[in-house]
């Protein structure tokens, strides 16, 4: 039986994320003991670990101190994180941060946006391989990048120095990204930034995503459930990392050289698209506007008469067939279409995010009867509301069940994903 120190924190998707893969792992492998006590980043290295307390380590620390006194214990180790400086001789498995910028700037070209903006952390290594992956991407396209690096706490929580408010009374952030032209394309460097680049949009009145779409990193489904609109997010694979760095660990218990590992990066899986980056692909000003208000309506109770009294109130006098034929002009849709839409989206949200009953959904989204929302939703989904909800489970982030963007993974050079001795990073 093997015993293996899991050093890993636990308060962020992506530790979450690393820990899943390696349960994937343990419980489909024998000979496996996992010796594990939940922590934060930074904490301090658990009392109880010395040579005799394991036979091997799956570490992520940021402190490349630890790192060291882990190294010390002369134990078969892998280092699943970027947060501290590399040390020679300690195997690595990370995700293709460059990768994972190039994968952000291909999604906001593909949403016909010509101005693109990074949001990051001042010296963190994972935020400057993103910016560098997402900058060359957008330069060989003749793109510019503007770009806004804060300062951080220890904690890696963004901070600006010169902020005495709330995080969305930061008046140096907020004047970069109201001076930038729109529509802007950003990429946060993670799921954090995103949600504070998001909150600053709504307490700036910077609409979301027809002025500035937003983009992050990590899919942690709090965080991008929480945001409004709901934060599109590139998922960068952290459980397949864990199952990965297990399953060399196990190698090396039976045999491998760690030498021979160097270091791997394993690709990204793909975006998660959601409302954050979900542009309104129109010119025409009347389909904006109306498009604004079904969604800022979430589709409930509204009809194509509301729509033309709320355009009449932003001064866009039109009839009813000319907003349908503009609808079909730019949209190839009817303005029903996208209000039933609107409604699905909301209904879907409620599934998925809350343990609310079908006659108190039916009530929220504007039905009379739970009769009638399980009427809607097998007519438009072919399925009732309670098949959907048990398909996609509570803890999955709302709108993440619109759409993800696959791409194929880099053919492997070696046995592993991608794998470079001595990677110019």
């Known amino acids: 039986m093997r015993r293996v120190a899991l050093i890993i924190d636990s308060l962020g998707s992506y530790g979450r994320d690393l820990l899943r893969g390696i349960a994937r792992f343990v419980h489909t492998h024998v000979g496996w003991e996992v010796v594990y006590e939940e922590r ?73 946006l010509r101005h693109f903006a990074f949001y990051g952390s001042r010296g963190g290594i994972f935020s400057d391989l993103r910016l560098e992956g997402f900058r060359q991407y957008l330069g060989s396209q003749q793109h510019h990048v503007y770009s806004y690096l804060a300062d951080k706490w220890d904690t890696g929580i963004a901070k600006t120095s010169r902020r005495s408010g709330p995080y969305w009374e930061d008046r140096e952030l907020t004047a970069w990204l109201v001076q930038l032209p729109k529509p802007l394309g950003v990429f946060a460097c993670n799921d954090y930034f995103g949600r504070l680049l998001l909150n600053v949009c709504q307490h700036s009145g910077l609409h979301v995503p027809n002025e500035v779409a937003v983009i992050g990193v990590d899919n942690d489904p709090i965080l991008c459930g929480l945001s409004m609109p709901a934060l599109a997010s590139i998922d960068p694979g952290a459980d397949d990392i864990g199952f990965r760095a297990a399953e060399i660990l196990d190698e090396i218990f039976n045999g491998r050289d760690s030498a021979t590992v160097g270091t791997v990066f394993l690709p990204p899986k793909g975006v998660v698209a959601r409302a954050s980056t979900d542009m309104i692909a129109a010119a025409d000003p009347v389909v904006v506007s109306a498009m604004q208000f079904i969604r800022d309506k979430g589709g409930i109770a509204i009809s194509i008469e509301d729509i033309l009294d709320h355009l009449s109130k932003v001064g866009m006098l039109v009839s009813r067939s000319t907003l349908e034929r503009k609808f079909h002009v730019r949209l190839k849709l009817r ?20 343990s609310y009953p079908l006659t108190h959904i039916a009530g929220v989204v504007g039905m009379a009867a739970e009769q009638q929302l399980v009427a809607f939703f097998r007519r438009y989904r072919g399925m009732t509301p309670g098949s959907f909800r048990r398909k996609h489970p509570a803890n999955e982030s709302p709108d993440s069940v619109k759409e993800i963007h696959k791409f194929p993974a880099k053919p492997a050079a070696a046995a592993d994903a991608i794998h470079l001795e001595n990677p110019q990073r």
């Open 335 to 354: 303005p029903h279409d996208a209000i039933v839409q609107a409604r699905l989206e909301q209904i879907e949200r409620l599934l998925i995010s809350t």
């Open 40 to 112: 934060k980043t930074l904490d301090a290295l658990p009392v109880w670990l010395r040579k005799d307390c394991c036979d091997g380590i799956l570490a992520r620390v940021r402190d490349t101190r630890q790192l060291a006194a882990l190294r010390r214990l002369s134990k078969p180790m892998i280092s699943l994180g970027e947060l501290a400086p590399k040390l020679k001789g300690i195997p690595e498995i990370f995700s293709d941060h460059q990768r994972i910028g190039q994968l952000a700037a291909e999604h906001l070209i593909e949403r016909q």
